[in-house]
């Protein structure tokens, strides 16, 4: 029986010896970052781009992003994406753009010290196509575009998500987490409007309340300026254009002072301009065309801006609302703009059928179930007229920086104000908020 016993033992070790001969094990492959990238987005072009601040990896992504995401056959556009990388396990802050794309850190990343992913919106920058199918820019296709590209980088980044965005980018921030609230466990969008119609008069309500009684009668008498001075401005636009190689073919020089004369005291809010240096009736007309070229910009009328932006008044004339004028202080100055509006500078020949309906759904997730979300504002920029009126039982954080423009950014809170909005953001992450120098 021993003997019995031992022949088993024998014959088993010799088997198990010819296993080990016969299998062939395969060496483990261990993927580089690169490469999980390809393996996760297969048709997409990956470029290595020179990483900026802390990240340690920096990508250019092209997707191939479907024109409509219900209809596959549709085709495709070429969308750019741009990830910035230093830990699988770290926060990831996806950033949406309202516009183009400009590679650059951002204040929320820099805060967690997270991975960034800047999505460029679509048909917007190099992502636009020659000719743009406007019945697919939308912000539902948008949405779709964040959520494919997130569900994604899911696979990759074991860390929580956060979103964020600046203006019509913390507009769109606020769509995607309505329509998505569990892709991202917060969202900071800044200055992010909910516009009511389509040329929204809270706006103009703001500005006629804003700053001192003094400040306001300065505005106008500016415009005026501007106005009674109108062949000689017309002169140093022309001399601009001319320096610039600028063109004014869609719309005429005349027609783009008499705008921005309009403009003026939306954008003197909007960008924290300061009363005493708005220039007076002893201003020469180069003056008064320096300050508001410095104000408005009336390279804002030219034929190359008026092509780029034409995406953005479609979306606003159509979807999203905006804007309007008014004529009041400058009526009977006018010679070109009689009935100002931002319709102007949409496409022609294309249907704007415009509805609040859309943004009334995101305005009443956001003021009554859109939890962890913290709001940045500016007292004194228009857009602050169109921010959402949180009900009380929503656990969200909203800032509003006094006397700030539509440049306020969290680093321009006082440090006690900082400090709240750190700590909402610690509690509802889970992660530490870092000294990361807040600068842009």
Known sequence: MKFLK?????????????ACKTIKLEPVVILSFQQQLEKLFPDAEITKMEPKDYFTDAYQLVLNQPLDHKNPTAGTFKHYVYLSHISETAPVVLVAEGYNARPRTYELSKIFKGNQVQVEYRFYGKSRPDSIPWQYLTNDQAVEDYHAIVTKLKRLYTGKWASTG?????ETVLIYKSKYPWDVRVAVPYVAPLINTQE??????????????????KIVQFQRLLL????????????????????????????????????????FWQWGAKCDEIPDETATAKQLFNYVNSIVGIGFYNDETYYDLLPSYYQHMSELGYYGFDTTPVKDLLKVVHKPTNLRFAPKDVALNYSSDYINEVREFAENRGSKIVYIYGEYDPWGACAPILKPQVEALKMILKEGSHSTRIKDFSAEDKQLIYDALQKWMGYSTTIYPLVE
């Open 200 to 217: 929204d008069p809270r706006t103009q309500e703001l500005i006629n309340t804003v700053g001192s009684d003094e400040c306001r009668a």
């Open 6 to 18: 031992s022949l088993v033992l024998v014959v088993s070790i010799s088997l198990s010896v010819l």
């Open 166 to 170: 600046i203006s019509k980018g913390g």
């Open 228 to 267: 009674k001075n109108r062949d000689s401005v017309l002169v140093e636009i022309d001399n601009y254009a001319k320096l610039k190689n600028m063109t004014f073919t869609e719309v005429s020089t005349n027609e783009a002072l008499e705008y921005a004369a309009l403009e003026f005291p939306f954008s």
